[in-house]
């Protein structure tokens, strides 16, 4: 158990709708990454927010936003929701600074109908 | 860019020791990790290496750095059915730390 947890485990949206995608983060930990895996791939970093500020962001659209709150649980909306938006969501938490440690959670998985 | 490559797909046998290479392109990386994921399950870190190290070992786990190569492997000993997973290489570069580059994973499968 790393103490991460996401919600909702899985769900089914439609094209067109928009999503919102839970994550509480470790206590202790002030920095919340969202990754997004598609089938048979790596995690690909979305962004990251840091003290509920965004603290750099991948290579995705801006229909792909995100909160922190200020007890460092996180939110990822997605808007207009296209089918390769389909995908194992997966959010890190960890503490900033060097040589700390990342801890997933286990994931949200999207299916774009 | 950042360019984390690894081989698809590894077989071993129980008992045997399983090698998981891995390349990455980016020469200010900081810190290099393993990651296991199991079948509808998360991430999870088996061990992380800082950039000016060549080796560390973990219990089953050997992991080797060849900086001049950018070549990262993951050595487990006596590899058990309960290693069966996809292993991820990652990097984390200088500008910040807690951001992760990945490879797209090898599969182990680990048969009896």
């Known amino acids: 158990e790393t103490g991460v947890t996401q919600s909702p485990t899985h769900l089914i949206k439609t094209r067109g709708q928009q999503v919102t995608l839970r994550c509480s983060s470790q206590?202790?930990?002030?920095?919340v990454s969202w990754y997004q895996q598609a089938l048979g791939q790596g995690p690909q970093f979305i962004f990251q927010?840091?003290?509920?500020?965004?603290?750099g962001r991948g290579n995705f659209p801006p229909r792909f936003s995100g909160l922190q709150f200020p007890n460092y649980s996180s939110e990822l909306n997605v808007n207009a929701l296209e089918l390769d938006d389909s995908a194992l969501y997966l959010c890190?938490?960890?503490?900033?600074?060097?040589?700390?440690?990342?801890?997933f959670g286990q994931g949200t998985r999207l299916t774009v109908v | 860019g950042e360019d984390v490559e690894q081989s698809l797909f590894l077989s071993v046998r129980e008992g045997d020791s399983s090698v998981i290479n891995c390349t990455y392109t980016?020469?200010?990386?900081?810190?290099l990790y393993w990651y296991k994921q199991e079948p509808g399950a998360g991430l999870q870190l088996l061990t992380y290496?800082?950039?000016?190290?060549d080796m560390k070992q973990d219990q089953r786990l050997t992991v080797l750095l060849n900086k001049k190569d950018k070549h990262l492997s993951l050595r487990i000993a006596d590899t058990q059915t309960g290693d069966s997973a996809i292993y991820f290489c990652?990097?984390?570069?200088?500008?910040?730390?807690?951001?992760?580059?990945f490879g797209s994973g090898t599969k182990l499968n680990v048969k009896p």
């Open positions: 980016d020469s200010s990386s900081t810190y």
């Open positions: 290496i800082f950039s000016n190290m």
């Open positions: 206590s202790g930990h002030n920095t």
């Open positions: 990652a990097e984390s570069i200088e500008d910040n730390f807690n951001k992760f580059y």
């Open positions: 890190a938490s960890s503490a900033q600074g060097m040589n700390t440690e990342a801890f």
């Open positions: 927010y840091y003290r509920e500020e965004e603290n």
